[in-house]
């Protein structure tokens, strides 16, 4: 992990620390309302070593200089974590593994923010998991599951709008205190032409950002309190 100070007025980075870890960082997440970032890590290389040490870190973040101290030891996770992030009260992590027999997985955070067990696993998460989002509202854990778009060994992530070997999905799965209940795949189609790959939500608004990766577009749709909305409001190729 690679510390910079930002200078806003001459809009430059000046590295100031690094931090060495047992194996890769992969996506990192702050705590909502405490000082504390939490990191994803994994000794995978590629598809021919999956890796055998696959962790969740948890690091003060000193708020005068930034700098970052460990908070107890990492927590064994059954995958490399793609992606990472908190729930809105910060009671949970979220996170999802492209490969293997997990597909999502959450962790509940101890009154302190500190990492305490991983109480939920659950296998679909979509093809190719990328991306893991709770709605704004606390209520669903959205998994932007991002397809196959080719073979191996001739495997390629380029934008393509040939149809996909895999299809790509929105699952969302109702979400109660870190529990994962009833599940939904929203998608547009068959999928075969939805590479989902990162989402985000409108800050005041109902509305989600969609982007496709594989199709190099964007997608709007609508939530409410039932999850995701299944017809899309907007596409922009």
Known sequence: ?????????????????????????????????????????????????????????????????????????????????????????????????PYGDVGLAIIRLKDDGSLGELIEKRQNAGNHPHMVRITPDNRFCISVARGRPSDWPHFSWAADKARQKEPGSLEVIEFRDGALGKQTSVTVGDGYQFGSRHLDFHPTGPWVY????????????????????????????
């Open 210 to 237: 969609v982007h496709l990766d594989t199709q190099n577009e964007i997608v709007v749709f609508k939530r409410d309190e039932s999850g995701v909305l299944p017809a899309p409001l907007q596409r922009l190729c």
């Open 1 to 97: 992990l690679i510390q910079y100070h930002m200078d806003l007025e001459n809009f430059t980075l000046e590295r100031t620390s690094e931090l060495n870890l047992a194996c890769s960082a992969q996506s990192g997440w702050q705590h909502p309302q405490r000082p504390i970032l939490y990191v994803g890590a994994s000794n995978r290389r590629d598809a021919n070593f999956i890796g055998d040490e696959h962790l969740m870190y948890a690091f003060r973040i000193d708020e005068k200089t930034g700098a970052l101290s460990q908070i107890g030891k990492p927590v064994a996770l059954p995958q490399r974590p793609v992606y990472v992030t908190c729930d809105i009260p910060g009671k949970h992590l979220a996170m999802v593994f």
